[in-house]
């Protein structure tokens, strides 16, 4: 079965801090993760892939097969980071974690 | 850029009646899917369709669900007997290819409110 699972509903950090967002996969196959993020008001738009391996808006994440996670990583938070960001999993169909609130404060 | 496009933005019904809610995907696309999110839950697959038939779909999608492309542009989501709990969001959302690389791009969302 395919899961996506990210621990934190809230996260809240000050501008310049760096921001770590959790996210752990289960499933058998070999996985596609992806970040979206929904920002105030606006739809769901793909932040990044991790076949991709690129940097989006200064945010990284990293495929850890062995920790099954897919955590995203930015070292400078921004105050226009605070989104609703969502991990998700495409094995057959896309599954979605149940999103990660980011507050960057001033 | 192109955008996957949803309409109404908000759906108000009566328990019980009937549904469609429509959505423009992105014209070159081939794979169509429609997401519901529950208020304060997370984004749920519901049905994926591809060369005019349902590819896949997850066990919310019952008998009372049921998706068309009716022209070479629309894809709907009909509901037959609405019922409190489809109270949603429902994203539509399209595709260029499956698999490595889908990216699948959203609609702003048709938020249902059944009353």
């Known amino acids: 079965a395919q899961r996506v699972t990210q621990p934190e509903k809230l996260l809240s950090v000050f501008k310049g801090a760096p921001v770590e967002l959790k996210c752990n996969y289960s499933y058998s196959g070999s996985p596609e993760l992806f970040w979206y993020v929904q920002y105030s008001r606006q739809r769901l738009q793909l932040l990044l892939r991790h076949i991709s391996r690129e940097s989006i808006k200064g945010f990284t994440a990293d495929l850890n097969k062995g920790e099954t996670s897919f955590h995203l990583k930015k070292p400078f938070a921004q105050e226009e980071d605070s989104a609703m960001y969502y991990c998700?999993?495409?094995?057959?169909?896309?599954?979605f974690g149940k999103g990660t609130k980011l507050t960057v404060n001033p | 850029e192109p955008e996957v496009t949803q309409t109404p933005s908000h759906q108000v019904t009566q328990m019980g009646q009937e549904v469609i809610l429509r959505c423009v995907p992105i014209?070159?696309?081939?794979?169509f899917y429609w997401y519901r999110q529950i208020l304060g839950q997370k984004v749920e697959f519901l049905v994926s369709f591809y060369n005019n038939e349902i590819s896949e779909k997850s066990e919310i999608f019952d008998d009372q669900f049921s998706v068309e492309r009716p022209d070479g542009s629309n894809f709907t989501l009909k509901i037959r007997s609405t019922k409190l709990e489809d109270s949603a969001m429902y994203f539509c959302?399209?595709?260029?290819?499956?698999?490595?690389?889908?990216?699948?791009?959203f609609g702003a969302g048709t938020r249902l409110s059944v009353l």
């Open positions: 014209s070159n696309h081939l794979y």
């Open positions: 998700a999993l495409r094995g057959g169909k896309l599954v």
């Open positions: 959302a399209s595709a260029l290819a499956a698999l490595a690389k889908n990216i699948q791009y």
